[in-house]
């Protein structure tokens, strides 16, 4: 009951998800959502307009907006229409509205944040955009640059629409890292290159290419990439430079001259991130590239004011917010803005004050996002965190599992090559594996209280994870460097692991490595899964359009039944778990079969999904209930007794692959996708008149039964499951009035 009041507090239907219609019909519905961490890899991945700001994962862009009812962020959206790694997004100066991404499919699209919705797409941008900027002098302009140039500069609409290169900004003999067009200045530009020089460009001035590389890199081959740039907010020629191992200056774009350098406190320190305080001017703050350190600086001086440590992983991007929660109150003093000087001017503390109390840390909120996934919203005033989502996955999420012995905990698995543990009360990563595992297709947790996850990845075979000790303990490497696309701990045999590869092997060992049986397919094995009746029976799924069953007792090498129907090639396949003998299997040919293995046939053929399937799973107390997941987007709800699709859930931006729930949850359902994001789900509207017959006290043959009962055509939804089975009996062992107890435990059960 607590989880849910906390879920339903914190994801309300006034969030980011108001509006979509569909998901407003559906029965099923979203309780929750894990999102996704900041991509580390492209630089300009972060942004900021008024009381918005946004980040990207790999292929979503999350949308927060301050809500002024309650003083707070919230997620207002998730935009996701790129198919390929987003490289950049930028908001547009002119119109909140409006932002655009680039992504690494050569696409550009420009989004409108209040209709979420894309405007316009340009599909063909001659070269992967390795930055992105609106034109600061036309409305309607949004420019792009590949790393090795040139600029192209795209007008959206008007006479003048189309695509143009511009006359100057090309031919560079360094890859650019990103550019910036100056805010007030028309047409003035400037990239910054991996050489650590700068290119500027002005239109009626003379153009300068290469220049001003830190005064160490001259005259030598080494290079030392500019990390972030940006224009005095006050001034028409300064600007802020940071170069990766070779820190901060504040140079003269007119006169080709530095400034000010400024001093780092010790030679290891690094910055990969700037940018300017607009509430206090000549304030600007840095993120460290090593270390989460947040410096605060003044341009009169050349040491920072102050430092922050907010984490052990190093910074990625840096906003500061124009337009910040509002405090009831704040003691912070700024400097007043002069009109009549830029943010550079030299400003020289009174001789009675102590350096100290020169300088006071600006009021102001610091959209923060760190290498590891992190992103977060800093008070620099109030030296405290607004709030910090961390260590998000940043890549497609392929699979997620409940803990057998704890329904709070959730592992996924993904393509960023991590496991992560999260503890779904407080929405937060509370274990994360140590990484660098290439993909991470799939996992599946010991029984039991073992505490132990085995996964299997794209190149480096599978492995044993001790989620508690954080350390790999076992590794397996049968398959060699072909994908295992599933990996499967038996339910009836802590000892036995099954995995499947791209080999056409089905391999069957013990935890210490024997191999037990090698099952060869004539093609790849996508799937497989152990019966949850019989510990000796094993389904697999195959590239040749077959589901295959083994007996695992026998010395025999070949499967028991072959069962053929699918028409493309079979993905994941699920035994039920309270009938036996029956599974079912999801194709690329976009339907899901149940299959009779006693009765040697397909029984009945689910049609809907417009794409591949990949996600499936039977609910552990409606025997007749059946979830998929599809890359069409969507999750589908069937009554497998007449392939009635009884739902359809449109929530997810992109391909679904992992469905789960946990036996004492039934009806709490988790889902995972290329979206990069964990959404939770209640499947309790599906079962109303089952809640009313439990509150109004009807009698146990109303509530519960066998599964015959359960699956006879037109019979009300009733429990089959050991965990209502165990409540019943529980309470069946108790004297005087039940009713308050049966409540209880059945309202957890439910929730």
């Known amino acids: 009951m607590a989880w849910m009041t906390y879920i339903s507090h914190w994801f309300d239907e006034d969030d980011w998800y108001e509006g979509q219609e569909r998901a407003k019909m559906s029965h099923v519905k979203q309780v929750g959502l ?8 492209n630089k300009d991945i972060c942004a900021a307009s008024g009381d918005r700001f946004a980040y990207c994962a790999t292929l979503a862009v999350y949308i927060y907006q301050l809500d002024h009812r309650y003083n707070e962020f919230k997620l207002h959206a998730i935009m996701s229409e790129h198919k390929k790694t987003i490289t950049a997004i930028s908001w547009c100066p002119h119109n909140p509205d409006v932002f655009a991404s680039a992504s690494a499919d050569s696409l550009v699209i420009i989004w409108n944040v209040n209709e979420q919705k894309v405007v316009a797409k340009l599909d063909n941008t001659k070269g992967i955009p390795a930055s992105l900027g609106w034109c600061w002098n036309a409305g309607d302009a949004v420019a792009f640059v590949p790393h090795r140039g040139p600029l192209y500069i795209w007008t959206i609409s008007g006479p003048d629409s189309g695509v143009n290169v511009h006359r100057e900004a090309h031919s560079f003999l360094s890859d650019i890292s990103l550019f910036r067009w100056h805010p007030k200045k028309k047409g003035k530009v400037v990239f910054g290159h991996t050489d650590g020089s700068l290119s500027i460009f002005q239109s009626g001035s003379k153009n300068q290419k290469h220049v001003l590389r830190p005064e160490s890199l001259e005259g030598t081959d080494e290079e030392d990439p500019v990390t972030a740039l940006e224009w005095d907010p006050l001034s028409t020629d300064y600007l802020l430079v940071a170069n990766l191992h070779n820190g901060i200056r504040l140079v003269d774009s007119e006169s080709l001259s530095c400034i000010t350098t400024f001093s780092l406190p010790s030679a290891a320190a690094s910055v990969q991130c700037l940018a300017w305080v607009s509430s206090a001017p000549g304030m600007f703050i840095t993120g460290d590239s090593q270390v989460g350190v947040l410096r605060v600086w003044n341009v009169s001086r050349t040491t920072p004011i102050d430092n922050f440590k907010l984490k052990q992983t190093g910074f990625h991007g840096l906003h500061v917010l124009s337009s910040p929660p509002k405090k009831k109150s704040c003691s912070s003093q700024y400097p007043t803005k002069n009109h009549h000087t830029s943010s550079t001017s030299e400003a020289v503390p009174p001789p009675t004050l102590t350096q100290n109390q020169a300088f006071s840390l600006p009021p102001g909120h610091t959209v923060c996002c760190f290498m590891d996934g992190g992103v977060g919203l800093y008070d620099m005033g109030a030296k405290k965190w607004d709030f910090l989502r961390d260590l998000g996955h940043v890549e ?19 393509f960023d090559g991590t496991i992560k543990v999260w503890d779904i009360n407080t929405l937060s990563a509370v274990y994360t594996s140590p990484g660098n595992e290439g993909v991470i297709y799939s996992i599946s947790w010991a029984p039991g209280n073992l505490n132990c996850i085995a996964g299997g990845t794209s190149r480096n075979g599978a492995f044993i994870w001790d989620v508690r000790k954080g350390k790999m303990i076992t590794r397996f490497s049968e398959h060699g460097k072909n994908g295992i696309f599933c990996i499967a701990w038996s339910h009836k045999d802590s000892k036995r692991i099954a995995t499947c590869s791209s080999d056409g092997f089905c391999i069957i060992r013990t935890i210490d490595g024997n191999v037990l049986h090698k099952y060869k397919h004539p093609a790849a094995v996508f ?17 040749d359009k077959n589901v295959r069953v083994y007996y695992l007792a ?9 069962f053929t ?20 299997s999801g194709s690329d040919d976009g339907t899901v079969r149940i299959w009779d293995y006693t009765q040697d046939a397909c029984i009945n053929v689910l049609s809907g ?30 009554d497998t007794r007449d392939g009635t699709c009884l739902d359809t859930v449109y929530d997810h931006g992109a391909d679904v692959y992992g469905l ?29 008149p089952l809640q009313i017959n439990i509150i109004t006290d ?23 499951g050991k965990v209502s089975r165990d409540i019943k009996q529980e309470l069946e062992k108790l004297s005087g009035s039940l009713q308050g107890k049966k409540l209880r435990w059945f309202s957890e059960f439910f929730s």
Not at 529 to 541: E, H, L, P, R, V
Not at 667 to 685: E, I, N, Q, Y
């Open 396 to 414: 497609t999420i392929f699979d997620c599992k409940f803990k057998p012995d704890n329904p709070d905990l959730l592992a996924t698995a993904s």
């Open 34 to 41: 894990l999102a996704a961490g900041c991509q580390p890899w």
């Open 609 to 638: 999904h417009t794409a591949p399937v990949r996600g499936l799973m039977w609910n552990p107390e409606i025997p007749y209930l059946l979830i998929s997941g599809s890359w069409d987007y969507t999750i589908r709800v069937w």
């Open 660 to 688: 789960t729930c946990h036996p004492s949850r039934p009806f709490t359902m988790a889902s995972c996708s290329r979206d990069s994001t964990v959404r939770l789900w209640s499947l309790t509207p599906l079962i109303n």
């Open 698 to 720: 009807r009698c146990w043959d109303d509530i519960i039964s066998n599964t015959d009962r359960a699956v006879e055509s037109g019979a009300p939804p009733l429990l089959c």
């Open 554 to 562: 026998t010395s025999s090498d070949q499967p028991l039944k072959v």
């Open 527 to 543: 799937g497989c899964d152990w019966s949850q009746n019989n510990k000796d029976m094993i389904a697999t799924g195959c590239e």
């Open 565 to 584: 129907g699918h028409t493309a090639k079979v993905f994941h396949v699920r035994w039920s778990p309270l009938r036996e003998g029956i599974l079912c």
